[in-house]
């Protein structure tokens, strides 16, 4: 059990006085600060070290404890073989790691990344990197429903099609899928952005209140609230490059994609009068 | 909010609209949430950064934008859930793309430091 108490440590960091009024300032920011690239307790680990094993006969959680393990001796290439599938693997890697998955993940895999790149061979289930928050996966195959939900940073790429409701909640990050993507890709996306090279599924953008989606084949329809944006040459530029680090193009050029941003319509929905909410949507 | 003035956001109370007077709070963020980065920029420090973390590109910070709050530049750290203010003394460049480098090289500085309260947290939360 921790030393510390909930209450003996927010009073010591000054927080019982701030108010949780959106407007939170910490005021001990030193730009002069030693170089540090890597959390405090980040676990350091050498990308020239590599080891494997075989998932295969072993339970989940015995999985992810081995990777712990071996990042704990300082592996920083690691590549798992025979995953088969299974639910929840390579969750919660809060470090810089190279790390593959020679094969097929379940439900959940590699959530709450921050900071590894993971390459998975195969496909991966629902929620793959949900609430990823840093570093890059890259599954070659397929991906299910709800592929990066929540993903707040961090590159997200899946080279096949993935399936519905793809971004549900993004605060964050890039999604590329090199296929098709399924209905109410981006619901409820509030920033970040996604790249179709692809055809786009029904409602895209439901009810986005930021963010951008990139759409290089056909739009099925769009939810309420999304509509076309026009492309600025930064966005252009930056594209070719983004796409370009994951050996993907985009089907008729960058310049051909479909931009849909948010109408901002739904902006502070809750304040508008009724006849308003009707109009909006 | 005002396009043409990158100082909206420090010289005013940023707000605008009749909503926003009425309401008295500024609707949506306050910078471009959307600006992707537009890497000729790049400082030498988030250049070594990515190279230490095996990224070829900004990964993550390029959702870091230099933000404004209370009259002040500021730049909001995730991991904290709240506003880190930058020092008053520390000149602002004249455009956003710049200003963002700056923001995500601070934001760094003060996630990767020892005096970050989330490593305190750690120590009285971690569970594994």
Known sequence: MAELNQEHESHK???????????????????????NFTYPDGIA?????????????????????????????????????????KHSLGVGILNRLNLTFDGSLGYFGC???????????????????????????????????????ALRGGDLVCKGDVGSRTGIDQKGGTIIVGGRAGAFTGFMMQR????????????????????TIFVGGKIEDLGVDAVEGEMTETEEKWLETKLALYGMKA????????????????WNYD????????LVL | MADNDIDHFINTDGLDSEREKTIGQHIGYRYDVN??????????????????MGWKDLNWLEDVHMGYEENRAAVFDRNINGWVTVPEEMEMP??????????????????????????????????F
Not at chain 1, 14 to 29: C, I, N
Not at chain 1, 195 to 207: C, T
Not at chain 1, 271 to 278: I, T
Request: proline share 5%; with cysteine; aromatic share 6%.
């Open chain 1, 13 to 35: 960091l000054g927080m019982h006085t701030e108010q949780l009024a959106g407007r939170t300032q910490q005021v001990f920011f030193s730009p002069s600060a030693e170089e």
């Open chain 1, 45 to 85: 680990v050498d990308f020239n070290k590599e080891t494997e094993f075989d998932a295969g006969p072993m339970e989940i959680r015995d999985v992810n404890l081995k990777l712990r393990e071996l990042m704990q001796e300082g592996y920083g290439t690691i590549t798992i073989r025979n995953p088969g599938a």
């Open chain 1, 111 to 149: 959530g709450l990344a921050d900071g590894p790149n993971i390459r998975i061979t195969g496909r991966v289930g629902w929620s793959c990197a949900e609430n990823m928050m840093a570093g890059t996966i890259v599954v070659e195959k397929n991906a299910g429903s709800t592929f990066g939900a």
């Open chain 1, 192 to 211: 970040g952005r996604i790249i179709i090279l692809g055809d786009a599924g029904k409602n895209l953008g439901d009810s986005m209140y930021d963010g």
């Open chain 1, 251 to 266: 089907p008729n050029g960058v310049k051909n994609l479909t931009k849909i941003v948010a109408g901002k319509q739904l």
């Open chain 1, 271 to 278: 304040n508008l009068e009724p006849s308003e909410k009707k």
């Open chain 2, 35 to 52: 600006l992707v980065p537009d890497y000729e920029r790049i400082t030498p420090f988030l250049s070594k950064y990515m190279e230490t």
């Open chain 2, 94 to 127: 004249d455009n956003q793309q710049d200003r963002d480098m700056i923001a995500r090289e601070l934001l760094i500085k003060f996630q990767m430091s020892p005096a970050h309260p989330m490593v305190e947290l750690n120590k009285a939360y971690r569970k």
